[in-house]
T-cell receptor, first 117, second 111 residues
Framework: DGGITQSPKYLFRKEGQNVTLSCEQN?????MYWYRQDPGQGLRLIYY???????QKGDIAEGYSVSREKKESFPLTVTSAQKNPTAFYLC????????????????FGEGSRLTVL | GENVEQHPSTLSVQEGDSAVIKCTYS??????FPWYKQELGKGPQLIID?????GEKKDQRIAVTLNKTAKHFSLHITETQPEDSAVYFC??????????FGTGTRLQVFP
């Protein structure tokens, strides 16, 4: 089945540790995104990538890092510099970058819930 | 800065009644307005969208209306069913190629 796979579904981390969340898609989509979801704050964009080997910061990139070495993979690292990392993280992809030239539809994974102990 | 406001944050209706969720946006250049539904423990899924050259779009029991002058758009669900219970997010695309989401509405449909 085509789709987006996020892992792990649940993750616990001690303060001061880096952790990497995996996101893989087999939809052959060009663009991939990472969102953070907190209660009452909607979805906030962390990083996005429109093409392999290129990515841009979103609205809340501080304390996070990403890579896009392969079209199908867009891992997110939550570093120890992120002050409040406990949250639900969602990865998404779209056929191509959003805007006037694209459909704009995002396909989301089922999310990874990170808890810092 | 650019933002999307969404109301109400929670909405409870009886099965068969209608539900309306409203959003306003700040960037007059926004041209695409999707709505996503998020069921418990899952990622959001697109349910309907509208572009700025259209005032209304309907798909079975759901419809979206857009008022560009007032910069607001609404989701209408008619004949609600228990399986409509979920969190709904509106969003608006900016000319900077960024999708800004509203804060979400938790809809509960009681049988």
């Amino acid at each position: 089945d085509g789709g987006i796979t996020q892992s792990p579904k649940y993750l616990f981390r001690k303060e001061g540790q880096n952790v990497t969340l995996s996101c893989e898609q087999n939809l052959n989509h060009d663009a991939m995104y990472w969102y953070r979801q907190d209660p009452g704050q909607g979805l906030r964009l962390i990083y996005y990538s429109q093409i392999v080997n290129d990515f841009q910061k979103g609205d809340i990139a501080e304390g996070y890092s990403v890579s896009r070495e392969k079209k199908e993979s867009f891992p997110l690292t939550v570093t120890s510099a992120q002050k409040n990392p406990t949250a639900f993280y969602l990865c998404a992809s779209s056929i191509r970058a959003s805007g006037n030239s694209g459909t704009g539809e995002l396909f989301f994974g089922e999310g990874s819930r990170l808890t810092v102990l | 800065g650019e933002n999307v406001e969404q109301h109400p944050s929670t909405l409870s209706v009886q099965e068969g009644d209608s539900a309306v969720i409203k959003c306003t946006y700040s960037d007059s250049a926004s041209n695409y307005f999707p709505w996503y539904k998020q069921e418990l423990g899952k990622g959001p899924q697109l349910i309907i969208d509208i572009r700025s050259n259209v005032g209304e779009k309907k798909d079975q029991r759901i419809a979206v209306t857009l008022n560009k002058t007032a910069k607001h758009f609404s989701l209408h669900i008619t004949e609600t069913q228990p399986e409509d219970s979920a969190v709904y997010f509106c969003a608006a695309y900016l000319n900077t190629d960024k999708l800004i989401f509203g804060t979400g509405t938790r809809l509960q449909v009681f049988p």
